[in-house]
């Protein structure tokens, strides 16, 4: 069999950006998919940036190579200062996680997590999801409450810190408010392995076989807060299917595929 040649003007790059991001999803996903593909002039890293400036000498040193870059935690609503355009959708959420780099250097930012939320989400929603309580105000919890107002549904923030009249505490939530409010994202932390016996602080005890309980970890792949969710009867759901999701919608971004 004749060896393929890659050549370094065909080499293209793309990666992630985020902070402690070692157990990354996206590199491990997106090497599968260009080694199935046979794609070998692809490759994928992590950018692990102790802080978004830091962004400016990604660009540099790896121009003209570099792509597109997906982007998470802590950096979702502060990339946008260092692109040239920003997506109509990625600007009214106020954050985003794909970033597109064409061959003239245009940087355009997008929100692929609207579309993996709301795809992984409407297939488990009933006539009762009509509330909602998004747990956390991170970039993540903005594409949630995007989908939401889409899809109709009222929602609130919980926040550990509230600024505004619509964030409450943890302590708020009451078993009468969870009596009328049946779906809760998990956007926080709190859960992710290692520290796996974290949760939101909840009643659960209040949760029915009329509750969503969704979380947007995926490691381990049933967090305590869907355990306990799940003990009550409710429907649980973790983020694995919307990281795939909105990692397929970058893919089709980078390449321009609608």
């Known amino acids: 069999m004749k060896e393929k040649k890659v050549y370094m003007c065909d080499k293209k790059l793309f990666g992630l950006v985020g ?7 996206s590199r491990d996903y997106f090497s599968k998919k260009f080694k199935t593909l046979d794609l070998d ?13 830091d962004l400016v000498a990604v660009f540099s040193k790896n121009s003209p190579f570099l792509k597109g870059l997906n982007v998470t935690i802590p ?10 355009e920003i997506d109509p959708v990625a600007e009214s959420i106020g954050a985003i996680n794909t970033v597109k780099i064409e061959t003239s250097g245009k940087k355009t930012g997008f929100n692929t997590d609207v579309y993996g ?25 903005k594409a949630v409450a995007h989908v939401f107002k889409k899809l109709d549904i009222d929602y609130k923030f919980v926040s550990r810190n509230p600024t505004n009249e619509n964030q409450i505490t943890y302590s708020s939530i009451s078993s009468d408010l969870l ?18 016996h974290l949760c939101p602080d909840l009643p659960y005890k209040a ?35 919307m990281l795939v999701l909105q990692a397929e919608r970058s893919w089709k971004i980078w390449n321009s595929v609608t």
């Open 41 to 53: 002039n692809h490759s994928y890293q992590n950018f692990d940036l102790k802080s978004i400036d």
């Open 75 to 84: 950096y979702k609503e502060r990339v946008g200062d260092f692109l040239d």
């Open 207 to 241: 949760l029915t076989a009329n509750h969503l309980l969704y979380d947007l970890i995926y490691n381990p792949s049933e967090t305590t807060f869907l355990r306990l969710g799940k003990e009550q009867g409710a429907t649980i759901k973790n983020g694995l299917e």
């Open 117 to 141: 939320f709301e795809n992984s989400l409407k297939p488990l929603l009933k006539e009762s999801h009509k509330n909602a309580l998004i747990l956390g105000t991170g970039g993540a919890s």
């Open 179 to 196: 009596s009328t409010t049946t779906v809760l994202v998990n956007c926080s932390p709190l859960g992710t392995s290692p520290a796996t």
């Open 19 to 25: 902070k402690n991001i070692e157990y990354s999803f």
